[in-house]
């Protein structure tokens, strides 16, 4: 099987589990943790901020980072194909009060006049008050996407203008600076909160780090344990991801161009679909739904995600090769061919 699901499905390579064999460990509910205490400072200076918090998944650092900036009642305004908004079970909603307004773009790409259209600080009595807004760079659903740098410049401006505040679900922001060469502080800097995963195309097992100023992680430290996120000798799992920092950035623009040989093959046999920027693909299934196009790429050794109903994902990883993945591309082809 040619596993293109999603880079979650990475496993730990033999160096980064003796890196966690290694490490040293404490009660982090005590904040006792050396190696996540590392972790912690070494992110928040990467992405130019005061301080971080490592969480078990990404959706909790999204949840953690939201409500640093919204009040129950209050609205989120982001992307229609959000992860915040399509994959985290409405746990904003559910678990902190939080209400969403979606704006809808091409390939998830922000654009900051819809945002100003949608922006409501001080509504009043009435209507729902704005006192976040999120993007999410790459974008997963709109296929990888790169957010342009202007446009994340000027929803910085815009929030900073209206006191709102703005969450970069940037779960896969490694893969933004890799393709752009944009420091991941520059991007990081435009943000009050940012949320970073290491379980994705980094290949750790668990992991996401949130930033923001220290008074907000002290804040998000309390909401974590409220929710049953605190951990204790979580220090293994940080070391992984540490690992992860120091060893597996780079390569993702293998996965890259790897993204790049599966849609060449699909392009090549006529299929229209956008060459990627980073390692998602989102490809239009046509005539077939995609839960059919799903199942018979399964059948000829190709796993692929349904991600809208007649739209699937291909996601390159460490664990693929580029060859692997043009074959992917060709069997696809076959099937949409
Ligand atoms: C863009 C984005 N944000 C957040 C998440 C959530 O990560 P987790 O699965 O660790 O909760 C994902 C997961 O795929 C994602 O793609």
Same mark, same amino acid.
């Given at each position: /099987?040619? #596993?293109?699901?999603?880079d979650?499905?990475?496993v730990? !390579?033999?160096? /980064?589990?003796?890196?966690?064999?290694?490490?040293?460990v404490?009660?982090?509910?005590y904040?006792?943790?050396?190696?996540? &205490? @590392?972790?912690?400072?070494?992110v928040?200076?990467?992405?130019?901020h005061?301080?971080?918090?490592?969480?078990a998944?990404?959706s909790?650092?999204?949840?953690?980072g939201?409500?640093?900036?919204?009040?129950?009642?209050?609205?989120v305004?982001?992307?229609?194909?959000?992860?915040?908004?399509?994959?985290?079970m409405?746990?904003?909603?559910?678990?902190?009060?939080?209400? /969403?307004? !979606? +704006?809808?773009?091409?390939?998830?790409?922000?654009?900051?006049?819809c945002?100003?259209?949608?922006?409501?600080?001080d509504?009043?009595?009435?209507?729902?008050?704005t006192a $976040? @807004?999120?993007?999410?760079?790459?974008?997963?659903?709109?296929?990888?996407?790169?957010q342009?740098?202007?446009?994340?410049?000027?929803?910085?401006?815009? $929030?900073? #203008?209206?006191?709102?505040g703005?969450?970069? #679900?940037?779960?896969?922001l +490694?893969? &933004?600076?890799? &393709?752009?060469?944009?420091?991941l502080? *520059?991007?990081?800097?435009?943000?009050?909160?940012?949320? @970073? $995963?290491?379980?994705?195309?980094?290949?750790a097992?668990?992991?996401?780090?949130?930033?923001?100023s220290?008074?907000? /992680? &002290?804040?998000?430290?309390?909401?974590?344990?409220?929710?049953?996120?605190? +951990?204790?000798?979580?220090?293994?799992?940080?070391?992984? $991801?540490l690992?992860?920092?120091?060893?597996?950035?780079?390569?993702?623009?293998?996965?890259h161009?790897?993204?790049?040989a599966? *849609? =060449?093959?699909?392009?090549?046999?006529?299929?229209? @679909?956008?060459?990627?920027?980073t390692n998602?693909v989102?490809?239009?299934?046509?005539?077939?739904?995609?839960?059919?196009?799903?199942?018979?790429?399964?059948e000829?050794?190709?796993?692929?995600s349904?991600?809208? =109903?007649?739209?699937?994902?291909?996601? !390159?990883?460490?664990?693929?090769s580029?060859d692997?993945?043009?074959?992917?591309?060709?069997?696809?082809?076959?099937i949409l061919?």
């Amino acid at each position: /099987m040619i #596993d293109l699901r999603s880079d979650t499905v990475t496993v730990p !390579t033999a160096a /980064m589990r003796a890196a966690m064999a290694e490490a040293e460990v404490g009660d982090d509910v005590y904040a006792e943790d050396p190696t996540i &205490a @590392v972790l912690e400072g070494r992110v928040a200076g990467l992405l130019g901020h005061e301080a971080g918090l490592f969480c078990a998944t990404g959706s909790l650092a999204n949840v953690l980072g939201v409500a640093q900036h919204v009040r129950p009642g209050q609205e989120v305004l982001c992307d229609s194909g959000a992860h915040i908004a399509r994959a985290e079970m409405g746990a904003h909603g559910a678990l902190t009060g939080v209400t /969403m307004r !979606t +704006w809808v773009s091409p390939d998830g790409r922000v654009d900051p006049a819809c945002v100003e259209a949608l922006l409501s600080p001080d509504a009043g009595p009435y209507l729902v008050s704005t006192a $976040c @807004v999120e993007v999410e760079n790459t974008h997963n659903f709109g296929g990888g996407t790169v957010q342009p740098l202007d446009a994340l410049g000027a929803v910085s401006t815009l $929030c900073r #203008d209206a006191g709102v505040g703005l969450h970069l #679900d940037g779960a896969r922001l +490694w893969n &933004a600076q890799v &393709a752009t060469g944009i420091g991941l502080d *520059t991007y990081g800097r435009l943000f009050d909160t940012v949320s @970073v $995963c290491f379980s994705k195309g980094l290949g750790a097992p668990v992991g996401s780090v949130l930033v923001g100023s220290a008074e907000q /992680m &002290a804040s998000a430290r309390i909401l974590r344990k409220r929710l049953g996120g605190g +951990w204790r000798q979580a220090g293994l799992l940080a070391a992984a $991801c540490l690992y992860a920092l120091d060893h597996h950035v780079a390569s993702l623009a293998e996965d890259h161009a790897a993204a790049r040989a599966f *849609t =060449a093959e699909l392009t090549a046999s006529g299929i229209d @679909v956008a060459t990627p920027e980073t390692n998602i693909v989102v490809v239009p299934t046509g005539a077939l739904t995609s839960g059919e196009v799903v199942a018979r790429a399964s059948e000829g050794g190709v796993r692929l995600s349904a991600v809208g =109903a007649r739209l699937v994902r291909a996601v !390159t990883h460490r664990d693929v090769s580029l060859d692997q993945c043009a074959d992917a591309g060709r069997i696809l082809a076959g099937i949409l061919g």
